[in-house]
C-alpha cells in the first residue's frame, strides 16, 4: 500500500533540474509532497488533488495524473537549499480522514 | 510550527520497559497522527485520532497503543518496548482550510527513543 517513489537519490548541480516521481497502486484522493532536512521533521510543500491538477511553489512544481495514480514532483534550476529527502504521501479512498501513507522518500543533493 | 510539542525529545530504555511519549498541541486541531520513521523505510502511520477517545490504527500499530482524553494531547505507549521500536517518532496535526477535506500535516520535532 506504500506508494513507491523514483529515483531513491539524486545528486545535482546547482541550476540542473530533476524529477521525483510518486505510484501508487490504489485510487488516490490527495498527494501530498514534503521535504525533510537532516535532523528535522518534514516540511509541507504542497497538496494535489484529484482532477489533474498541478501546482507550483516557487520554482517547484507539481502534477497529479489520477488515472495512472502517479504524481511528480518538478524542481527547476536547483538551489542549494533545495538538499533534503522529499517524501510523497497519499491520501486513498474518499479523503476527509487526513491519514497519508508516505513513500520511502527521495534524497536529494545539490552541489554547488 | 502550528504549536505542536513532543515529549520526550530523547529518551534510552531497556528491553521490556513500558513507555510512554506525548504530543501536545495549542490549536484545538482535531486530527492528530503519529508516524515512526526509519531508514529506507519513510515515515510509517501508527494509529491516528479523528477526537477525543476517536482513535483508529494506521499501518504498524502491533506494539503500540494510543489515548486521547484531551484535544490537545495525543499519547503514544508502547507496552513493552523491544529494539525493533528504536526509531524516531513524529506527531502531526492535519490542518484544513475552510472548504477543502484535505490539509496539510505539521510535524513536531520528533522524539527519538533507543531501545537498548
Known amino acids: 500500500q506504500q506508494p513507491v517513489q523514483s529515483p531513491q537519490a539524486v545528486i545535482l548541480r546547482e541550476g540542473e533540474d530533476a524529477v521525483i516521481n510518486c505510484s501508487s497502486s490504489?485510487?488516490?484522493?490527495?498527494v501530498h509532497w514534503y521535504r525533510q532536512k537532516h535532523g528535522e521533521a518534514p516540511v509541507f510543500l504542497m497538496i494535489?488533488?484529484?482532477?489533474?491538477e498541478q501546482k507550483g511553489h516557487d520554482k517547484i512544481s507539481a502534477s497529479f495524473n489520477e488515472k495512472k495514480q502517479q504524481s511528480s514532483l518538478y524542481l527547476t534550476a536547483s538551489q542549494l537549499s533545495y538538499s533534503g529527502t522529499y517524501f510523497c504521501?497519499?491520501?486513498?479512498?474518499?479523503?476527509?480522514?487526513?491519514?497519508?501513507?508516505f513513500g520511502q522518500g527521495t534524497t536529494l543533493q545539490v552541489k554547488p | 510550527d502550528a504549536g505542536i510539542t513532543q515529549s520526550p525529545r530523547h529518551k534510552v530504555t531497556e528491553t521490556g520497559t513500558p513507555v510512554t511519549l506525548r504530543c501536545h498541541q495549542t490549536?484545538?486541531?482535531?486530527?492528530m497522527y503519529w508516524y515512526r520513521q526509519d531508514p529506507g523505510h519513510g515515515l510509517r502511520l501508527i494509529h491516528y485520532?479523528?477526537?477525543?477517545?476517536?482513535?483508529d490504527k494506521g499501518e504498524v500499530s502491533d506494539g503500540y497503543s494510543v489515548s486521547r482524553s484531551k484535544t490537545e494531547d495525543f499519547l503514544l505507549t508502547l507496552e513493552s518496548a523491544t529494539s525493533s521500536q528504536t526509531s524516531v517518532y513524529f506527531c502531526?496535526?492535519?490542518?484544513?482550510?475552510?472548504?477543502?477535506?484535505?490539509?496539510?500535516?505539521?510535524f513536531g520535532e520528533g522524539s527519538r527513543l533507543t531501545v537498548l
Open positions: 485520532s479523528y477526537g477525543v477517545k476517536d482513535t
Open positions: 494535489l488533488l484529484k482532477g489533474g
Open positions: 504521501g497519499t491520501e486513498i479512498g474518499s479523503g476527509n480522514t487526513g491519514k497519508l501513507i
Open positions: 502531526a496535526i492535519s490542518v484544513k482550510p475552510k472548504g477543502r477535506d484535505t490539509g496539510e500535516l505539521f
Open positions: 490549536e484545538n486541531h482535531r486530527y
Open positions: 490504489k485510487a488516490l484522493y490527495s
